[in-house]
């Protein structure tokens, strides 16, 4: 049996709600071929409030030593003036993703049944988005020069490399040629950010070269967002920039039928530091510890981990559990009664899922 | 009666289709009080390719000396070798927008009569989106280093300053606080680009407190594009950056039933230079000179460049007749039919908004 270190930051708000039952899917799921041996991290807006720390180094290289990170959500409450917006974004949770080389940010959209799309059609979802994780605007360079005042002026610096954006995209392509559809669209504003558009395009190009069977296209993020609202249907692959594909990722959560649904992988495919798992949701303190929260995308964010943690056939188990278990839920029990008055809460949803892997 | 100059740019693919029906309507509304002359140029993919000329000084400063510029659309064949992105993007499109100083990148939504929403409940959508239009990424700054090499570095700056950003915060405002709602919406990514978003967030709570009657919130982009996709109702009036606001309006148009009818000011509030009107959707070659598009989102732009001239009853007569011209269309003539088996032709739907405006 093989033991993986898991680190875990339950986070804030319904984060430690959500985290607690996606461990509790993955012990189920664990079997005797694995063992996962969880180490608590405590970090988030409370610890930030409580003592001003936000990631401490050491807090970071222990981290390091993980198999893997599963990440709850983090954020404290909004407009709080104590938190500064960026400080655990830029401190914490952007921190984790640059120092850990995270650099394939997956983002998987399907329509699960029972999810209520808000589309009238929105057709047979099923895509993945690749959003570049270490570059684009999120670098955090530029600044500010005479900050408060009526001659401010504020940059961002947006940072596309070769390097950093061949080896998204090459990730993308090896995706698209496992999948059924084999198909790749480039989503970009080449036609505005012509510097930054040159290179995702050249390497788009150069890359797909290799990759003869797989069908590439091209879209502008806006004209994307218009397809996203109105055929979501006809993407397969999507490989992207660090802000467009936060856009589009929470736009693909919407009409997929809700964030609550949301998986993602923050990926070190060269596996040189630990990948993180968490829901595309923040930590909604305004539901915090009611047991109001889904759970399913922290659930279904650890099937991504147990995918990246080469377990394949115990991520799909937890998949199928989840897609069981929301099947069931819209056609009712085995005495025929369909629906429910009153909405699950977090846990009862955990150990449905659960009691389907053991 | 008042003679108005307008420079015209029919521009390429359905642009000079869907032009010639927004000049048809504004010829019919003008009655006595008013009289428009308009000055045709030729720019766009076709003049950049037969000539390699995009926007000569001279015609610039030709244009200047008009009241206003009607666009249709810009734009050659998608991957046209021959025309690099950006080209015309950078050299016509955004080159008049920065010259002729439009800070103010109007948008408005609302579900026409008989527009089919992607969405199957959208509820009743009447905002308006303020887009920056003369800052951030598209400013063009930024370059590239070692390009088309393993080790190309390709940056883009994008610059905001508290002078660009307080004059479009200050006309949204007075937008908001004309309409029943008083809503103002900021749109932007403080939690990540929190050097441009420190401006953003500064100026709308200073401007704010002269408008104690606006109710202000703020939104992620990424959130934002959730509620747009399931209750985009909700929104009133919303200002944000240029390129937010370019994904932002796109989506708009999507889930308000379409490109086809979204209009756009690119608007000089100060009028040192003149200001441009153009539907946001593009030149469509796929379909020019077919007489398949509709024209009506032009004709709409119409209405709001005879807003901008002063001449707000002629713009309220236009919208109207297109209302009425869209419910005529749902209902069925007075025999009773309704619906009709072949889609209207462009000038069909020009000559039908006209003939009810004189
Ligand atoms: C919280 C924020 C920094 C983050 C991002 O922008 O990447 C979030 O929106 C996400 O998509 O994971
Ligand atoms: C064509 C392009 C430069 C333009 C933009 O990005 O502003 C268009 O998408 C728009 O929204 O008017």
């Given at each position: 049996s093989q033991t993986f270190q898991l680190a875990v930051i339950p986070g804030d708000g319904i984060g430690p709600e959500v985290t607690a039952e996606a461990l509790k899917v993955l012990e189920a799921v664990a079997g005797d071929e694995a063992k996962f041996e969880p180490t608590r991290y405590d970090l988030g807006a409370e610890r930030y409030l409580?003592?001003?720390?936000?990631?401490?180094?050491?807090?970071?290289?222990?981290?390091?030593?993980?198999?893997?990170?599963?990440?709850?959500?983090?954020?404290?409450?909004?407009g709080d003036p104590n938190l500064p917006p960026g400080i655990l974004e830029r401190g914490l949770l952007l921190k984790l993703r640059f120092e850990l080389d995270h650099y394939v940010n997956l983002r998987p959209s399907r329509i699960?049944?029972?999810?209520?799309?808000?589309l009238a059609n929105p057709g047979d979802v099923d895509f993945v988005v690749v959003r570049e994780g270490t570059e684009g605007p999120y670098v955090g360079n530029g600044g500010t020069v005479r900050a408060g005042t009526p001659a401010e002026i504020a940059t961002e610096v947006s940072i596309n490399t070769a390097f950093g954006v061949e080896r998204v995209v090459r990730d993308a392509f090896a995706r698209?040629?496992?999948r059924p559809r084999k198909k790749l669209t480039l989503v970009h504003k080449t036609n505005v950010l012509v510097h930054a558009g040159q290179v995702w395009s050249?390497?788009?190009?150069?890359?797909?070269?290799?990759?003869?069977?797989?069908?590439?296209?091209?879209?502008?993020?806006?004209?994307?967002?218009i397809f996203l609202a109105t055929d979501p249907a006809r993407f397969d692959v999507i490989?992207?920039?660090?802000?467009?594909?936060?856009?589009?990722?929470?736009?693909?959560?919407?009409?997929?039928?809700?964030?609550?649904?949301?998986?993602s992988g923050n990926v070190n495919p060269d596996r040189t530091a630990p990948s993180m798992f968490e829901p595309v949701h923040g930590s909604a303190p305004d539901i915090a510890g009611q047991q109001k929260a889904d759970p399913t995308a922290a659930i279904l964010s650890a099937a991504l981990l147990l995918e990246h943690l080469g377990l394949d056939a115990k991520a799909r188990a937890v998949e199928q559990a989840v897609v069981d278990e929301l099947a069931a839920r819209v056609t009712g029990g085995e005495d025929g009664t369909t629906g429910r008055?009153?909405?699950l809460r977090t846990a009862e949803i955990g150990d449905a899922v659960a009691a389907r892997l053991t």
């Open positions: 409580a003592t001003g720390e936000v990631l401490p180094d050491s807090v970071l290289e222990e981290i390091r030593g993980h198999d893997a990170i599963l990440l709850g959500a983090v954020g404290g409450k909004p699960y049944p029972g999810a209520t799309s808000p698209a040629q496992k050249r390497l788009v190009a150069e890359v797909g070269r290799e990759y003869a069977d797989v069908t590439v296209d091209y879209l502008h993020v806006d004209a994307a967002t490989v992207t920039d660090n802000l467009f594909g936060d856009i589009l990722t929470d736009l693909a959560a919407a009409v997929t039928g809700g964030i609550g649904l949301a998986a008055s009153t909405p």
